[in-house]
């Protein structure tokens, strides 16, 4: 199968160059995110794309150890129980499905070129060696997607590598099951499609979970920077609210001084997603007060009877309905 980085843009988006940018084929009915702490899902009706069933269920510490070129899964059998309960719930029991694996494991890169051969073989050819001066080692079997990006002047390249090794990880758990995880991707690009982005031209989008977060940057309707930063000391029992906000307001905080300076756009909005179940609404109130523009909650506002930190776990399957 194929690696694919797998992300709409919603109708209206950031001009229409950025929805011709991630336009794919419709997502399976059935779209799951792995994480080191719970195991989420959906399922979508096919015809009118309504979510028939959702379902978030924990999980033990240590099953998934995010990781791009070590492994990954710590005992699939526990996980592939886990993820039998999730299909249980839903009603389903076979077929394709979306998977959003941990953003640890991928390595996604905002890519810069005068020019890109026409051919895909040159271009695949290009991409992984600019890849390579910004990673220290790039694998042989790292499997690499990617979309081009058109740009004033430039031609952007947004690509993701993953190792076959940790990604055929997750897809075994699924074939175990009798699944095939024919779309594998990122969460946080996946939020891009919750964003009303008529209005959002200079905007950092923040994914938030418990081990780690996510941030893109978009500049003049462009997007312009990924980065994704591991909280080591997450694992610490003793780590308050205050000290994981103070960590995401530093990141955050250097983030956009970084993208000001390089871009010479000035960030005008934080759009922020935090899958933390304690102290969710804490996060943004803190960050109210020290981030100097507007802050908004990405949440799934179509599953709008639930409690917040569901609806902001949600989030990213949601992105993935077109």
């Given at each position: 199968?194929?690696y694919?980085?797998?992300?709409?843009l919603?109708?209206?988006?950031?001009v229409?160059?950025?929805?011709?940018?991630?336009s794919?084929?419709?997502?399976?009915?059935?779209?799951?995110?792995?994480t080191?702490s719970?195991?989420?899902?959906?399922?979508?009706?096919?015809k009118d794309?309504?979510?028939?069933?959702?379902v978030?269920?924990?999980?033990?510490p240590?099953?998934?150890?995010?990781?791009?070129?070590r492994?990954?899964?710590?005992d699939?059998p526990?996980l592939?129980?886990?993820?039998?309960?999730?299909?249980a719930?839903?009603?389903v029991?076979?077929?394709?499905?979306?998977?959003l694996v941990?953003?640890?494991?991928?390595?996604i890169?905002?890519?810069?070129?005068?020019?890109?051969?026409?051919?895909?073989?040159?271009?695949?050819?290009?991409?992984?060696?600019?890849?390579?001066?910004?990673?220290p080692?790039?694998?042989?079997?790292?499997?690499?997607?990617y979309?081009?990006?058109?740009?004033?002047?430039?031609?952007?390249?947004?690509?993701?590598?993953?190792?076959?090794a940790?990604l055929?990880?997750?897809?075994?758990?699924?074939?175990?099951?009798g699944?095939?995880?024919?779309v594998?991707?990122?969460?946080?690009?996946s939020?891009?499609?919750?964003?009303?982005?008529?209005?959002?031209?200079?905007?950092?989008?923040?994914?938030?979970?418990?081990?780690?977060?996510?941030?893109?940057?978009?500049t003049r309707?462009?997007?312009?920077?990924?980065?994704?930063?591991?909280?080591?000391v997450?694992?610490?029992?003793?780590?308050?609210?205050?000290?994981?906000?103070?960590?995401?307001?530093?990141?955050i905080?250097?983030?956009?001084?970084?993208?000001?300076?390089?871009?010479?756009?000035?960030?005008?909005?934080?759009?922020?997603?935090?899958?933390?179940?304690?102290?969710?609404?804490?996060?943004?109130?803190?960050?109210g007060?020290?981030i100097?523009?507007s802050i908004h909650?990405?949440?799934?506002?179509s599953?709008s009877?639930l409690?917040?930190a569901d609806?902001?776990?949600?989030?990213?399957?949601?992105?993935?309905?077109?």
């Amino acid at each position: 199968m194929v690696y694919r980085v797998r992300f709409y843009l919603s109708r209206p988006p950031i001009v229409d160059k950025i929805l011709r940018y991630f336009s794919t084929p419709p997502c399976p009915p059935v779209v799951f995110q792995l994480t080191p702490s719970y195991v989420s899902a959906i399922h979508v009706a096919p015809k009118d794309r309504k979510i028939k069933g959702h379902v978030i269920l924990p999980l033990p510490p240590g099953l998934i150890e995010p990781h791009f070129d070590r492994q990954n899964l710590a005992d699939p059998p526990a996980l592939a129980e886990v993820i039998k309960a999730a299909l249980a719930s839903l009603h389903v029991s076979g077929g394709t499905v979306a998977c959003l694996v941990p953003e640890a494991c991928l390595k996604i890169l905002v890519l810069g070129f005068d020019s890109l051969p026409f051919s895909e073989k040159e271009k695949d050819k290009v991409i992984r060696w600019r890849a390579k001066k910004q990673m220290p080692v790039l694998p042989e079997d790292a499997r690499l997607s990617y979309q081009v990006l058109s740009s004033v002047g430039t031609v952007k390249v947004l690509a993701s590598l993953g190792r076959s090794a940790v990604l055929q990880e997750y897809e075994g758990v699924f074939s175990k099951l009798g699944l095939e995880a024919g779309v594998l991707s990122a969460p946080t690009l996946s939020l891009l499609n919750l964003i009303n982005w008529e209005n959002e031209k200079d905007a950092i989008v923040a994914n938030i979970e418990d081990d780690s977060m996510s941030l893109v940057a978009v500049t003049r309707s462009e997007i312009s920077l990924y980065r994704n930063k591991i909280f080591a000391v997450e694992r610490r029992p003793d780590l308050s609210i205050g000290q994981k906000v103070e960590l995401i307001v530093k990141e955050i905080e250097n983030t956009v001084f970084f993208v000001e300076d390089r871009e010479k756009s000035v960030i005008r909005s934080l759009w922020l997603r935090a899958a933390i179940r304690d102290g969710q609404e804490e996060i943004l109130t803190r960050l109210g007060r020290k981030i100097p523009f507007s802050i908004h909650a990405i949440g799934a506002s179509s599953l709008s009877e639930l409690p917040l930190a569901d609806r902001a776990i949600l989030a990213p399957l949601i992105g993935q309905i077109p």
